[in-house]
């Protein structure tokens, strides 16, 4: 794996390696992202799906996009699954430095992996993302239904006009929560239905695209 998680505050101010190949949308006149680099530390990291140096966090080189790489994600149902592993989660807690002056918002989400689910089984992947302090609680889900055995993707979008903006000014942390569950149905629980968010290699990313904006001058 590419790099780990590193909890505790320590700082995840990595380069991405990889090509980002959507960028968030823009309203017209708004800036497509600061010149000045962003820093994202990661002050908590909790959940089933991501133990202790299991996941990584990376910052697009043009600040339009960074990524969070998982590589213990997985929910299982059936042969082989303890009775837990029906549903993993993960709360990531991150602390962005902005530039002086901007605001971000998480315009989109692209998140990937792989799923094998026997006939009769079905699975969920949910994400819901917020700022901390802010009543404001955007979240999606995607169902997936068996038989299936192949990569899958979802995409999460906002429309421009409803972006969820950091307050300007004020350190808010960002909280993404993501959730994977596995449902065994009526397949033969002989068998075994899995949904997996997870990469050995690290070719497999949840992509974030951000949106940016100035913030309103002070006088």
């Known amino acids: 794996m590419p790099g780990a998680l590193l909890p505790g ?111 009769g089984a079905s699975a969920t992947q949910k994400a819901s993302y917020y700022f901390q302090g802010s009543p404001d609680t955007a979240s999606r889900t995607h169902p997936f239904s068996g038989p299936y055995d192949d990569d899958w993707q979802a995409t999460d979008s906002t429309d421009w006009g409803q972006l969820v903006w950091a307050p300007c000014g004020v350190q808010r942390n960002f909280n993404i ?8 149905g009526s397949a033969d629980p002989k068998t075994n239905s899995f949904i997996a968010m997870d990469s050995t290699d690290g070719d497999i990313q949840t992509i974030y695209h951000l949106a940016w904006k100035e913030c309103p001058q002070q006088r």
Do not use: M, W
């Open 9 to 119: 505050g320590a700082t995840a101010a990595f380069l991405a390696s990889t090509l980002f190949t959507q960028a968030a949308p823009a309203a017209p006149s708004s800036i497509v992202a600061p010149p000045d680099k962003i820093v994202i530390e990661v002050a908590t990291v909790n959940g089933s799906g991501c133990p202790i140096n299991t996941a990584a966090v990376a910052v697009a080189p043009d600040n339009t996009a960074f990524t969070v790489t998982y590589s213990q994600y997985l929910a299982q149902v059936g042969a082989g699954a303890k009775p837990t592993d029906f549903r993993k989660n993960c709360q990531l807690n991150l602390i962005v430095h902005v530039p002086s002056g901007f605001t971000y918002a998480v315009a989109s989400a692209d998140y990937r992996g792989f799923a094998h689910l026997e006939k």
């Open 177 to 184: 929560n993501t959730e994977l569950r596995a449902s065994l």
